[in-house]
């Protein structure tokens, strides 16, 4: 991982060192028990627990990343611009991981950090999860078991994706929870409030696009879906414009140009990436795909519609 920008990220990343071992030992895909790292600027929404949750908060590697899953105490963590270079635009960032683990590093911590290389102050939202079993080997033989493979539909198909059909209450909450907390701070931490967005990665896009749809407190000035659910949606008047991105050889892009579509026939603006190849879950980028410079489009997107300067 790169340098943390803030003083407050520099003794997170000190506390989590002994961790990144994760890369050396764990690229293999296999599931590795994780102690969980001292997260010391982890801000608690207070938005309650889960119901029926019979685990703790366990982590564990997988890829060489970090992961936690049995989250019942959602947390916002700041990740903001050096002193002097922040330009005032936010995002909350939520990571993946189908509602039942999030992918702290890959599409959390890491994609934080280098917003705040940009100078945009970052948060990263550990919201609320499923349960899952407690036992890790319980755990591991569940995310082994078979799937059957997706069926191919159109682009005016109905969303198959089946996590699109949960019941986000909780994660909402935690959201609107974050947003709230980006208001409520916007002096110390740099923000300008007409210029808060959220992206999200793969069931974190499923949380922006949930969060863009139906909360009620939530005025996002721009959205991210990054590797989400492609489904056909309705859309909000005034929704925010959205930057999509999506790889061919993604199981959830199926062959679907429903949100886009979506998007396209409400007026909004829309900006989509279909990238010849990156799989699932790549975050900032894996060698050799063409879905690596996804981030260098987002910051110019950014850029070209004037989110990163005062208005």
């Not at 690229?27 to 029926?52: F, R, W």
């Not at 934080?112 to 609320?128: D, M, P, S, T």
């Not at 080997?137 to 082994?144: E, G, K, R, S, V």
């Amino acid at each position: 991982m790169q340098k943390f920008y803030t003083t407050a990220c520099k003794s997170f990343l000190v506390l989590i060192l002994p961790c990144i071992t994760w890369n050396a030992m764990a690229q293999d895909g296999k599931i590795y028990p994780l102690e969980a790292p001292k997260e010391p600027n982890a801000i608690p929404l207070g938005t309650g627990s889960v119901k029926d949750q019979p685990a703790p908060e366990t982590w564990f590697r997988q890829w060489g990343d970090p992961m936690a899953r049995n989250i019942s105490k959602a947390t916002l963590t700041p990740f903001l611009p050096e002193k002097g270079k922040g330009n005032g635009a936010a995002v909350i960032v939520a990571p993946g991981g189908g509602y039942r683990w999030l992918s702290m590093g890959n599409e959390g911590w890491e994609v934080a950090e280098a917003l705040a290389k940009k100078g945009i102050a970052a948060f990263v939202l550990k919201y609320r999860l499923f349960p899952t079993a407690e036992s890790l080997d319980d755990f591991t033989a569940w995310m082994n078991r078979p799937r059957p493979a997706p069926i191919k539909t159109d682009s005016s198909a109905k969303n198959t994706n089946p996590m699109a059909q949960m019941d986000l209450t909780n994660q909402l909450q935690d959201a609107e929870a974050a947003y709230a907390k980006l208001l409520k701070n916007a002096n110390e931490w740099g923000i300008d409030t007409k210029r808060i967005g959220m992206i999200g990665f793969s069931a974190g896009a499923g949380l922006t696009m949930h969060a863009t749809l139906h909360s009620k407190t939530m005025k996002l000035a721009f959205i991210g879906p990054i590797y989400g659910g492609m489904g056909p949606v309705k859309v909000p008047e005034n929704a925010p414009p959205m930057f999509n991105v999506i790889a061919s050889d993604d199981f959830l892009f199926n062959s679907q140009f429903g949100i886009i579509d979506s998007w396209f026939k409400a007026g909004r603006p829309v900006e989509f990436h279909l990238y010849q190849n990156g799989g699932h879950g790549f975050g900032l980028g894996n060698p050799n795909r063409t879905s690596n410079r996804w981030f260098d489009a987002f910051m110019h997107w950014l850029d070209v519609n004037k989110f990163l300067v005062s208005q």
